[in-house]
C-alpha cells in the first residue's frame, strides 16, 4: 500500500526540516512546494495539505490568494501550523493582535473530542515562537484550544476539514501526538 502524500506549503518557516520529518515519521510522504507556487487544484494527488508558519505577511491577501483559493476549493483535510493558521483565519475574517512573546513550552486546554486531539491530554504543552494572536474564531470556524494569552490556539472549520495550530507542532511530544490526530483525518 503507497503513503498517503501531504503538500507542504512553505510560508517561510525556519522549522520546514522537522515538520515534513515529522510527518514522514508518522507515516506520510512529503511534497514541498513554496506559497507562491501552490497548484491550483489538488486533483487526487495529495491526501491533505500543511502550510508552515510564517514570519510577515499574514494580511497579504494578494499573495496568498492562490493558497486560500487551494485550500478552500480542496476536497482533503487541511492544517496550518502557527503563520499558516492565521493567514487561513486573516481570509475568512480573522483578527490577529499583538500580545506578549512567547517561546517555548507552553499549556494549552483542548477539546478532546475532537478528532485532532485524540492522542493527548485535555492540557498539551505545545511549542510557541511568536507575538501575533488569533483574537476569536472568524465566521465559518470555532476555536477548540485555548491558552491564558489566546483564546483561539486550536481551530476546526466548521465543516471539520480544516483545521489550525497557533504552535509549531513539529516540536514537542504533544505537538507530535496533535500531528498524529490529523494524520488519521487522510491516512
Not at 511534497?31 to 500543511?50: C, I, L
Amino acid at each position: 500500500m503507497s503513503r498517503p502524500r501531504v503538500l507542504v506549503v512553505d510560508n517561510g518557516t525556519l522549522s520546514l526540516r522537522q515538520l515534513r520529518s515529522r510527518l514522514e515519521e508518522l507515516g506520510s510522504e512529503t511534497e514541498t512546494v513554496g506559497a507562491s507556487s501552490v497548484p491550483a487544484r489538488v486533483d487526487g494527488r495529495y491526501q491533505a495539505v500543511v502550510l508552515s508558519g510564517t514570519k510577515v505577511r499574514a494580511y497579504d491577501s494578494e499573495f496568498y490568494k492562490p493558497l486560500i483559493d487551494l485550500v478552500t476549493t480542496a476536497d482533503v483535510p487541511v492544517l496550518g501550523i502557527c503563520g499558516g493558521m492565521q493567514i487561513l483565519a486573516v481570509a475568512a475574517g480573522g483578527r490577529l493582535a499583538e500580545g506578549p512573546q512567547r517561546v517555548g513550552g507552553h499549556e494549552v486546554r483542548v477539546d478532546t473530542e475532537e478528532p485532532l486531539f485524540t492522542y493527548v491530554k485535555p492540557t498539551v504543552t505545545v511549542f510557541h515562537r511568536h507575538t501575533l494572536y488569533l483574537q476569536e474564531a472568524p465566521a465559518g470556524y470555532r476555536s477548540i484550544g485555548r491558552s491564558e494569552h489566546a483564546p483561539v490556539e486550536f481551530l476546526r472549520s466548521d465543516d471539520g476539514r480544516i483545521h489550525g495550530a497557533q504552535a509549531h507542532l513539529e516540536f514537542r511530544k504533544d505537538g507530535l501526538e496533535i500531528l498524529r490526530g490529523f494524520t488519521q483525518l487522510y491516512q
